[in-house]
């Protein structure tokens, strides 16, 4: 029998590599893996430069020239309903100073004869007590007389009296002419007392005044009062200008009622300013001092002013432009643009002219 040969022996397998053989074997792969990865992949493009903020616009809005002191419009003092204008005084465009007679009323010649009136009452009042002090003083003289005669008379029957009764007590003269004597001293001392409280009742006043000088003063004060009356209502049938300026437009003519216009429209346009119309949401970018450019067709070149005050209310728009789409109920704050006297002076006859306000940021 033959034998066969012993297979071979299987070689020995190798140990199986451990978790941390692995990890080792990985980081070259991983890192050989991102490399290939830098080259072939694109390059991230560059971060953005952060964008500028743009710079806000001008603050932009509509206003009007007017004078610095505003344009007053003058109405009628008192109850206009009741009369009608009588003259009017001035024209439009005419330079009035202050206290200058713009109109009269038709109730003019009514409230002149009623301070006339007055007048009298008073001269005749004041009359009364210069008469009244002069015969009080002449009371009080003549009183005072009296009661000088008085005394006298009291000092003569005194010394009757006291001779009488010598002559009694030595039996010179009779009892009839002692009683005589005696009643003539007591008749005297009455008529002394008399004299004494007629003057004493003439000079009495409970307030330092004699009544009846009293009573003349009262009356002289009540046509006094009523002179005043009658000069307020004379006052109200004339109008005067309550500031120097120049007349504006005038609203009513001779024989019309003074109606909710008034009679005129009066500015001192000796200075000038601007006032502007800004939206409540730019208001806070606008500052006492800031340049304003004042922009219309009539305006060649735009005139350069500075903000001079800025409102404290918020108030509806009452300038608008001609663009149909424009908001007509904004919200608006005032602000009052002050003129170079140059510019003034080139706007001065054009109040209530529609400017564009370009505020400088």
Request: neutral net charge.
């Amino acid at each position: 029998m033959t034998l066969l040969p012993e297979p071979p022996a299987p070689l020995p397998l190798p140990p199986r590599p451990s978790a941390r053989h692995l990890a080792w074997f990985a980081i070259p792969a991983i890192a050989l893996a991102a490399a290939l990865a830098w080259h072939i992949l694109p390059a991230p493009p560059p971060e953005p430069a952060p964008a500028r903020i743009p710079r806000p616009p001008s603050v932009v809005g509509l206003g009007w020239i007017e004078p610095a002191s505003t344009i007053l419009r003058i109405a009628a003092p008192g109850n206009p309903d009741a009369s009608r204008i009588a003259t009017v005084a001035v024209e439009e465009g005419a330079a009035v100073a202050p206290g200058q007679l713009l109109a009269t009323l038709d109730s003019a010649a009514r409230a002149a004869a009623q301070v006339a009136l007055a007048q009298a009452q008073v001269e005749l009042r004041q009359h009364q007590l210069a008469r009244q002090a002069a015969d009080h003083a002449q009371l009080i003289a003549a009183r005072t007389a009296a009661l000088s005669r008085a005394q006298s008379a009291m000092l003569l029957a005194e010394a009757e009296h006291t001779r009488q009764r010598t002559l009694v007590a030595t039996n010179a003269a009779s009892r009839a002419a002692y009683d005589r004597a005696a009643y003539e001293l007591a008749t005297a001392t009455a008529t002394l007392q008399e004299a004494q409280a007629a003057l004493a009742r003439t000079q009495a006043s409970p307030h330092g005044v004699p009544l009846d000088i009293a009573v003349a003063t009262a009356d002289l004060h009540a046509s006094q009062a009523d002179l005043a009356v009658a000069q307020a209502a004379l006052e109200q049938a004339r109008i005067l200008a309550p500031i120097a300026g120049t007349v504006l437009t005038l609203r009513a003519r001779p024989g019309e009622r003074i109606g909710t216009e008034g009679l005129l429209d009066l500015g001192d346009t000796t200075r000038m300013r601007a006032v502007v119309e800004v939206y409540q949401t730019d208001i806070a970018r606008i500052r006492a001092g800031q340049a304003v450019a004042l922009r219309a067709d009539a305006l060649d070149p735009p005139i350069a002013g500075t903000v001079e005050r800025i409102g404290h209310a918020v108030r509806r728009q009452t300038v608008i432009n001609a663009d149909p789409a424009t908001a007509t109920d904004a919200r608006v704050v005032e602000v009052q643009v002050a003129l170079p006297p140059e510019d003034s002076a080139r706007v001065a006859r054009l109040s209530r002219l529609q400017v564009t306000a370009v505020f400088a940021p």
